[in-house]
Every structure is written in structure tokens, then in C-alpha cells.
């Protein structure tokens, strides 16, 4: 069976499906995955925005975005090298991921910018995950290979929220231009 049939299948199965089915896009031909990082890629993202839009503006339903910009990646870089900084990015990645709903979904937009999908929340809900993601994001210790040993490294991140589904679209257009 192909990976997409077998993705079908287990989207119709509810539950844990959109767990599995995650997992299956990234087993698959990977191309909704960011490589570096694990996160989805901007082509999911695009296409999970239109459709969250296009459910949420006909029945009034929220849609919050938490964009987070990796203000140090150009000097992490520059100090662990291209393996060890997808490995940090990795490890944010699984972190982000491990404290939120298994509804959102994080994507990779570009080298340094990543956009948490949140439906069904509020501005106010958006802004604390930002901030509650943000701080413990910025204060782990992330583990990188550094001139032959594990050293722990951090991440600065810059976080914005954006709320109703009709700002959407021009809030990413202005937060990540293309």
C-alpha cells in the first residue's frame, strides 16, 4: 500500500490518526517535512492555513498563529556549525512540540523563523503559549557537538501572535516576506 493510501486510511480512523498521520508524511516521501529541523515545511503550512481559513471564517471560529524568529541563528552558525545547529533546532522543535495540543502544528517558514498553528484559540490563549513557549524555549539547554564534545547551547527567540483568521494571511505576509 502507498504511503498516501495508507495516510487516507488512517485519517479516516479519528482519534490518534493525525498523530500517526504525521508521522507517516515524515516517514513518507518527507516532503511536508523540514529536513533540518523536523518541523513541517512552509508548502504544509501553506496548505494547512487554507484550509484552518476556509473552515474557520464560514463558522466565526478562532485561528491564533504564534510566530517565533531564532534571533542568534546566524552566531549559532557561526560557533557549532550547520549539523550541530539542525540538531538545537531539532531538539526546539521536539520541545515546542511536546508542550502543545496535538492539534497545532509548527512549521518551518525559513532558515530562521518557525509559525505554531493554533485553531480554535483566542489572541489571549496565542499570547501565553507564545510566552510560556518563548521562556522555556530560551532557557534550555539545548545539546550540541562543539570541537569534539557535547556542549549546551540556547536559542533567542522573537515571538508575535497573530488572532482571527482574516489577519491571518497578511500578518505572515508582513512577518515573513517573500
Known amino acids: ?5 495508507a495516510l487516507a486510511v488512517l485519517t479516516q480512523a479519528g482519534g490518534d ?24 515545511n512552509l508548502r504544509f503550512l501553506e496548505e494547512l492555513l487554507e484550509k484552518e481559513i476556509s473552515r474557520a471564517i464560514p463558522h466565526n471560529h478562532q ?19 550547520d549539523l550541530s545547529a539542525e540538531s538545537v533546532l531539532g531538539q526546539m522543535v521536539e520541545l515546542i512540540r511536546s508542550k502543545t495540543r496535538k492539534v497545532n502544528s509548527l512549521a518551518r517558514v525559513n532558515e530562521t523563523d518557525f509559525c505554531l498553528v493554533i485553531p480554535e ?20 539547554d539545548y545539546l550540541a ?11 533567542a527567540l522573537q515571538t508575535r501572535t497573530v488572532a482571527n483568521s482574516s489577519a491571518v494571511d497578511s500578518a505572515l505576509e508582513s512577518w515573513f516576506p517573500r
Do not use: C
Open 1 to 5: 500500500m502507498e504511503w498516501s493510501a
Open 17 to 40: 490518526a493525525l498523530v500517526l498521520a504525521r508521522r507517516l508524511v515524515q516517514v513518507g516521501d518527507g516532503a511536508m517535512v523540514d529536513r533540518q529541523s523536523g518541523a513541517y
Open 63 to 81: 485561528l491564533s498563529l504564534v510566530l517565533f524568529h531564532l534571533a542568534n541563528y546566524a552566531d549559532l552558525l557561526s560557533s557549532v556549525g
Open 121 to 140: 484559540a483566542a489572541q489571549e490563549v496565542a499570547e501565553k503559549i507564545a510566552a510560556e513557549l518563548s521562556s522555556l524555549a530560551q532557557s534550555t
Open 145 to 155: 557537538e562543539v570541537n569534539g564534545s557535547t556542549s549546551p547551547i540556547r536559542v
